[in-house]
């Protein structure tokens, strides 16, 4: 069987300079291989190494000429190990308002490119993938579709994506204790770090470890209501009474068909019967 091994330089050297470890590079693909070479012989193909150069200003400072001398020295030594090959993005500065931060192109591309080639090719069986970020996830599933089989060596749960965790075929953990030691110093990760070597922390739900506590505002308090068996007494109320309004008498006529309104203070007297009526005198 062959394979590939394909590094993200940024997240090796970035979890080496947290467990404060300097690796030896030249046993370094024996060491990614030996799972799989304890169950049938397996040939390398090539082990193929994803960086970027330190970024330098128009008019490079101490600082910058020493990170890249020590850039230069970590290239000469990569592309002199047998069946090693370099493969450089590039480092872009960047401004969030004022703060200045530094972010590597095309490298995930290159290691996607090359991945997926090697796979649909059907130069490679087994891909060995040193990475954490979520970006890889295309590639791995094409490279699974042509029948190639992937490893996936990472560090501690927090510094992968459960999705490319539960993309790849087979995962390992980073073990510093049994990984090759040297002397050569990597290229210092400081100013010019490329922003993407340090993958997306996954939430505490997926690791199992307990989410930190967060102050909690102190919760916003109601007036106390007064219970409502002992309502608060009310005065009742007298209805309002209606004046008195004096009746109107309506004086009807036969053949008037019109109700005159008659003042009570001037009432006209009513017009008596034949019965018992006066006649004038003659």
């Not at 024996?30 to 799972?35: F, I, T």
């Not at 060995?128 to 970020?133: C, M």
């Not at 510094?159 to 002397?183: C, F, I, Y």
Request: charged residues 25%.
């Amino acid at each position: 069987m062959r394979a590939a091994i394909f590094i993200d330089g940024g997240y090796i050297l970035n979890q080496a300079k947290l467990a404060r470890v300097t690796l030896d590079w030249n046993r370094m693909a024996e060491h990614l291989l030996s799972p799989l070479r304890a169950n049938l012989p397996t040939d390398l193909l090539r082990c193929y190494f994803y960086y970027c150069a330190p970024w330098m200003s128009p008019e490079p400072t101490d600082e910058e000429k020493r990170r890249m001398e020590a850039h230069n020295e970590f290239v000469a030594m990569v592309e002199g190990i047998s069946r090693w090959q370099l493969r450089l993005g590039k480092l872009e500065r960047r401004w969030d308002g004022n703060r200045e931060y530094f972010e590597q192109k095309r490298v995930d591309v290159l290691l996607s490119c090359d991945l997926v080639r090697h796979a649909a090719a059907g130069h490679i069986q087994h891909a060995v993938l040193v990475a954490g970020d979520s970006d890889f996830i295309p590639a791995i599933a094409a490279a699974k579709e042509s029948g190639t089989t992937v490893s996936l060596w990472c560090g501690p749960p927090n510094t992968v994506h459960k999705d490319v965790v539960a993309m790849a075929d087979e995962v390992h953990q980073l073990n510093w204790a049994r990984m090759p030691k040297g002397s050569l110093q990597p290229p210092p990760l400081a100013k010019g770090e490329p922003a993407a070597s340090v993958s997306p922390v996954i939430p505490p739900s997926v690791t199992g470890k307990p989410e930190p506590r967060t102050p909690k505002a102190a919760p916003h308090r109601a007036a106390p209501s007064r219970s409502p068996s002992r309502a608060p007494k009310t005065q009742s109320v007298p209805p309002t009474q209606e004046p008195r309004h004096h009746k109107v008498a309506v004086d009807e006529e036969p053949g008037d068909g019109i109700g005159n309104v008659a003042d009570p203070s001037n009432k006209r007297p009513r017009r008596r019967g034949s019965r018992g009526r006066r006649r004038p005198p003659t």
